[in-house]
């Protein structure tokens, strides 16, 4: 919403809670509310979830009925208000199991090729609405653009664990190796697919910052990742140390955008070689839009322990 008021689009905000970028409240799963907004609407850009934070505090069914059933009552309305791109903003989460590797095994390496193996609601109602998006595509004619989403939330890690050995900025710099994405390049990736979204007619495509690694790495990566980062980049230890900051000594799993950057015509600039130039150089490596939104969590209240309670 704030990129696009920027760009002087003709741009319609609707959320469930108020704010000065909600033009009206309501809810996905209220078919009066999104009849009436897609009026005269070419463009959908989906992002209404409960999310992994929400897996302990909300029951199955308030994934069901957001996740899913929205998502069907988003999809029916669009096509009846003759929308012409659609784009859904799902999660790596999808993946589910598939994207922890036996121990011994290499680091997992994932591409749109990898099959899910949901290991909550949460992913599995990703999945389903992902499968419900690729239904209206293929038989309704309405083009459709998947974007998995890796994290990109600025808040504290749900790891007790990890919070206690990596400060917040720390532990994000790393996962921009394998698993993470800056908040501003998953806008321009939702703003590249409604572009695309015509011409693919569908597609499902990895958003994550763009990992230096490669097959090659992922038996060495889950031995001792430090090894390979200094491979890549070899100052990257002592802008490190200055800071106190630590590399993670293991990495498990690495998010390949690949496809993203070639199908879309997007191109990532926020990844962990651009947050070695900004930790050096003392400025912040969040994109001025990150930081501007900050941590707007995931609930009414706050928590004692973490950022939302763990299921």
């Known amino acids: 919403m704030r990129t696009l008021r920027d760009r002087g689009e003709a741009v319609l905000g609707i959320d469930i809670k108020p704010s000065p970028f909600t033009d009206r409240v309501g809810s996905i799963t209220d078919r009066a509310v999104l009849r009436q907004a897609l009026a005269g609407a070419s463009a959908v850009l989906h992002t209404a979830t409960l999310h992994k934070p929400h897996v302990a505090t909300h029951a199955h069914d308030d994934f069901v009925q957001t996740n899913i059933a929205g998502t069907l009552a988003l999809l029916e309305e669009s096509v009846a208000a003759g929308v012409s791109r659609f784009v859904f903003t799902s999660t790596t989460s999808a993946f589910g199991s598939a994207l922890t590797p036996a121990p011994g095994a ?3 390496w994932v591409t749109e090729a990898v099959a899910d193996i949901p290991k909550n609601i949460y992913g599995a109602t990703k999945s389903a609405a992902e499968a419900l998006c690729e239904l209206f595509a293929r038989h309704r004619g309405l083009p459709a653009v998947i974007l998995r989403t890796s994290r990109f939330f600025v808040q504290a890690d749900d790891d007790r664990a990890l919070r206690a050995a990596y400060g917040a900025d720390n532990l994000q710099a790393n996962e921009l190796l394998y698993r993470r994405v800056d908040l501003q390049d998953v806008v321009d990736a939702c703003l590249a697919a409604a572009q695309r979204a015509p011409a693919l ?3 499902r495509y990895i958003v994550s910052a763009s990992t230096p690694f490669e097959p090659a790495d992922l038996a060495a990566l889950r031995r001792d990742a430090p090894a390979v980062v200094r491979a890549y980049f070899p100052g990257y230890e002592a802008i490190f ?3 106190g900051w630590r590399m993670l000594p293991a990495i498990d799993r690495v998010y390949v955008n690949r496809a993203a950057v070639r199908d879309l015509g997007w191109t990532p600039r926020y990844d962990f070689g651009h947050a070695l130039r900004a930790l050096a150089g003392g400025t912040p490596f969040h994109s001025p839009l990150a930081l501007a939104i900050g941590d707007k969590g995931y609930h009414d ?11």
């Open 106 to 108: 290499p680091a997992a």
């Open 201 to 203: 007619g569908f597609g």
């Open 301 to 311: 209240r706050v928590f004692d322990d973490g950022p939302y309670p763990v299921a």
């Open 241 to 243: 140390q200055a800071a």
